[in-house]
């Protein structure tokens, strides 16, 4: 008679009861017993290590892990309960990433995670009552559930393979790396990630965030039925809306969009692959960034969707922006002003304001009389996270604002390179101003509001129609690559007048310095604004083209790390760009100055080069256009009031298409010492260029001397000498004494450690600014080791080569100039 085998039998029970009646016959036996025994067990470990099948259950509390062994599917209890859970976790289960019987939890240990007759993936409470399951109509029985290293489990059908039901498709509160956030255009069918209701309950809470407004996709976090955050539109490459996002894009990389058939669908991919980021949301309605860390064997915040008032939707109402900065945070947009003046004055702003003078076309007038009819005028918004509900098209931005200016309902219209074309028609809702990326935000009034801020004063707000753009016909292939496609819409145009008196006729003693292509002075208008004005020298050969390409590059770039043009001016042969003032002058001002540096800590120095990264990772990866600078180097590294660090200078950038990532030019610009040898020699350049050049800025931030005037009895330049400082573990001499602190020690030493591995000879070898700032924030716990630097000790090859080509452009450390024969 054939004996049943139970559910879950093992092949150690099956043998046990063969061979204990010979147990103990010889020792042949007793060893031939123990190896068939542990040869059972490691079937059973191998076979039921990532996989549950009809034969192999999974009892509370065993676990299944992933091959990798990062991933555990197991029973669990949340702090403070006793209730016992089915999910995954990473690593530890304070990171539980998924949660199967959120809404039904067990009582006891007694609970079994197994494949039911029907080929469900199950889980049995200890009546053998299934408390939650896969829920999927199959054809057969023969399924087995895998639990795949990237966190997945799915259901599958055994014979072919076809999987039949997967974690991601019924996500938790927790979105993991290739994980689809999706929405099906014609059903509405939504994949929604769901708050836990408390932090000892994971059924679903009050919180869940999902794709909205599929003409222009977007993230929103809903309150039950309330908006409670949302991302901005999705421009191909970031939410506009997600001020951090624009400046560490290099953390996550988010894909997405139309998927070609009927979902719009958002995932996103972790570019170094020796870290884990996971984006969850809590149980108070935030989405977190958070990342795992080694050292502390936890997971860490990175980054919160709510980092002030101003992200929650709406808190300033409709036609107000709001500011975390200012004090109070909302105020109503120009024209505008509050609906409820006593309960605005309490601080309660969810009324909003409203217009107060109407538009034109929205008057009634009689066609037959003279009455003068101005056309309305659209104020600018600078920097800002655009409104709700932004109908989008293609067309270019002057058709976006004609399209508005001749439609009576448009209120509002907004451009941005990659979206395109986004009008308003109805309020303006949930406005917030942004201190790094933003877009400019459009806001049409009637002509007489224009009259009212003052007729003739410089505003910088509002323009009605002034334009500059750059014509294709100075768009040659050795100034930028794809500056023809772009427009200077409404840039700022200043009087030369105006700039005379401001800088009291250029005088010298208002001269804060000199660049390649002029000098630069200090201004002040009339009400009050200080400004930094590059005056074009007039006999710099390729002064016109550099002019309009740093006009073209930098009037597309808002980010807190890099300098903000205000406008320019084009006179004649008078050819200026106005630039935000910084009090503190540039880095080399304090780094190399004696006098000055120990003004530098460490801390601010680290700073310093810490905002330097996050910039340069803006131009390389996040900006609206990929540029590279080829000319960073510390006079163009500006200073703020609180010694944060603006990059400047950018006559000599480059922009990149978008599957464009090296280019070849015999027209070498930049700064010797700085160039990497790749680009000095070959006139190869990319964003490794600019990472040569940045970790040159690190060895000189840290050692307080300058690359190409550094000379001791064996080195010409700093990269050598500190390649043998490194080299011979004499590193502390390197190290500026104004700076060096015991406690810093380390933290020193990684960043000397970082610049080396950013000067190594070969492109190839060095980091991407993305990974640099990884590891500046020690994110990357480990570090390779450092090849032998580029020394650069080419400077007599250098100077033979560009003598031979008179047009080639370089500069000094200390100025920018414009030499036609090499050094």
């Known amino acids: 008679m054939k004996k049943e085998v139970p559910l879950g039998s093992s092949c150690v029970d099956l043998i046990q009861p063969i061979f204990i009646p010979v147990m103990g016959f010889n020792s042949y036996s007793n060893l031939f017993f123990i190896l068939l025994m542990l040869c059972c067990y490691l079937l059973e470990v191998g076979v039921a290590l990532d996989t549950i099948t009809s034969s192999h259950f999974m009892k509370d509390p065993e676990t299944l892990i992933s091959k990798d062994g990062n991933f555990t599917l197991g029973f669990f209890s949340p702090e403070n309960s006793t209730n016992r859970y089915v999910g995954i976790w990473w690593k530890s289960q304070s990171t539980v990433i998924w949660v199967a019987n959120r809404n039904q939890p067990l009582n006891g240990s007694s609970g079994v995670v197994a494949i ?47 999987i039949l039901w997967d974690s991601f498709q019924q996500p938790s509160d927790t979105i993991l790396p290739g994980m689809k956030l999706s929405c099906n255009k014609r059903t509405g069918e939504k994949v929604k990630i769901t708050s836990w209701k408390s932090p000892s309950n994971p059924s679903i809470g009050s919180f869940y965030y999902s794709i909205e407004r599929l003409n222009l996709p977007e993230i929103f976090i809903w309150n039950e039925s309330r908006p409670y955050w949302r991302s901005g539109p999705w421009n191909g490459g970031v939410f506009i809306g997600v001020q951090w996002m624009v400046t560490s894009a290099y953390i996550t990389s988010f894909r997405g969009g139309d998927d070609g058939k009927e979902n719009i669908e958002f995932y996103y991919t972790i570019p170094n692959e020796l870290l ?59 024209g505008f002003e509050p609906r409820n003046k006593w309960e ?190 590059k005056r074009l020298s007039r006999e710099s050969g390729q002064g016109l083209q550099e002019f309009m390409n740093e006009v073209g590059v930098i009037s597309k770039l808002q980010h807190r790390n890099l300098v903000r043009l205000l406008g320019c001016c084009i006179d004649g042969d008078e050819k200026m760009l106005i630039y935000e003032y910084m009090p503190n002058k540039s880095l080399d001002a304090f780094v190399f100055d004696p006098s000055k540096n120990e003004l530098l800590d460490w801390k601010k120095r680290f700073r310093i080069i810490e905002g330097i990264a996050r910039g340069m990772l803006y131009l390389h990866r996040d900006s609206r256009l990929k540029i590279v600078h ?101 590193i502390l001499s390197l190290i500026d004494t104004g700076i060096y602190d015991p406690s810093h020690h380390n933290h020193i030493l990684r960043c000397i450690h970082i610049g080396l591995l950013c000067v190594q000879e070969h492109a190839v070898d060095r980091p991407t600014m993305a990974v640099v700032i990884s590891m500046l924030n020690s994110e990357i716990a480990y570090l390779p080791p450092p090849s032998q630097p580029a020394f650069i000790l080419r400077q007599n090859m250098l100077s033979s080569e560009s003598s031979k080509e008179s047009h080639q452009l370089c500069s000094i450390n200390t100025v920018s100039i414009t030499d036609m024969n090499g050094r």
């Open 116 to 162: 039911s007759e029907d080929g469900n993936l199950v889980v049995l409470n200890g009546q053998n009552r299934v408390i939650w399951s896969s829920n999927v109509s199959t054809t057969t029985s023969n399924t087995s559930s895998q639990f795949s290293d990237n966190g997945k489990l799915v259901l599958m059908e055994s014979t072919k393979g076809i």
């Open 276 to 334: 884990f980021y996971i984006y969850s949301l809590n149980s108070q309605g935030q989405t977190q960034l958070k990342y795992w860390n080694d050292e502390t064997k936890e997971m860490q915040v990175r980054w919160t969707s709510l980092q002030s008032e101003c992200d929650v939707y709406g808190v300033c109402g409709a036609f107000a922006n709001c500011d975390s900065k200012s004090s109070p945070i909302c105020s109503c947009l120009k």
């Open 344 to 533: 605005w004055n309490r601080q309660n702003w969810t009324s909003g304001c409203v217009r107060r003078t109407p538009l034109q076309c929205e008057r009634v007038k009689d066609q037959n009389t003279s009455v003068d009819r101005k056309e309305d005028g659209f104020w600018k918004l600078q920097m800002v996270k655009v409104p709700d509900f932004a109908e989008g098209s293609t067309v270019t931005q002057d058709i976006c604002r004609s399209q508005c200016l001749e439609n009576c309902s448009c209120v509002a219209y907004s451009h941005d390179a990659a979206i395109g074309c986004m009008s308003w028609t109805g309020n303006l809702l949930d406005i917030q101003h942004f201190y790094d990326g933003g877009v400019d935000l459009y806001v049409r009034l009637a002509h007489t509001e224009f009259d009212m801020l003052g007729r003739g004063k410089k505003n910088k707000a509002f323009m009605l129609c002034n334009k500059v753009e750059i014509s294709d016909g100075l768009t040659s292939n050795n100034v930028i690559g794809e500056i023809s496609q772009v427009k200077l819409q409404e840039l700022l145009l200043f009087n030369l007048e105006k700039l005379v008196v401001a800088t009291n006729n250029f005088h010298s003693s208002n001269k804060l310095g000199q660049g390649g292509f002029g000098p630069v002075y200090k201004g002040k208008l009339q009400d009050g604004q200080e400004i930094a004005v």
């Open 630 to 730: 080829r000319d960073l180097k510390a006079s163009n590294i500006l200073l703020d009031e609180e010694l944060n660090p603006k990059i400047s200078d950018f006559g000599m950038a480059r922009i990149f298409g978008g599957t464009e990532d090296q280019a070849n030019t015999n027209r070498v610009v930049g700064t010797y010492g700085y160039m990497s040898p790749e680009y000095a020699m070959q006139g190869l350049f990319s964003e490794k260029s600019d990472v040569f050049s940045f970790g040159v800025l690190i060895l000189e931030i840290v050692s307080g001397k300058r690359n190409s005037s550094f000379y001791d009895n064996e080195h010409a330049h700093l990269l050598g000498f500190a390649w043998i400082q490194w080299r011979e573990g004499n």
